[in-house]
């Protein structure tokens, strides 16, 4: 025989369900509160475009200090000083996405030169 399930108990499960899902909606959305539309198939965005991202949003050079605080501050993604300057430094070589303009200090090749 079938037990009852009283009104509060479904509530609790229904609770909990929506719960459930309010989280996964959540850590699917970038903090903004935007679906981010760019994440690769298994839910994380490279880090150049996470760099990327932040001197577009910047849209002025920026030195890697203030970089990395500002995509862990909005991406909430710790990324390692030197592999990040390492990879920035062979774009600026090969000519793609980055741009040297000082001493650790990078832009977006795209990005309007101040004179």
Known sequence: MAKEISGNDLCNV???MLESGLK???SAKGLDGRLEANRKA???ISNMLLVSDILREAGEPLHINEILDRVQ??????LRRESIVSAM????L????FRRT?????ALLDQEEDD
Do not use: I, Q, S, W
């Open 73 to 78: 501050k909005r991406h909430g993604v710790k």
């Open 94 to 97: 090969d000519g793609h996405t």
């Open 42 to 44: 298994a839910g994380k």
């Open 14 to 16: 229904l609770e909990t």
């Open 102 to 106: 000082g001493r650790n200090e990078f």
């Open 89 to 92: 430094t062979k774009k600026v």
């Open 24 to 26: 996964a909606l959540r």
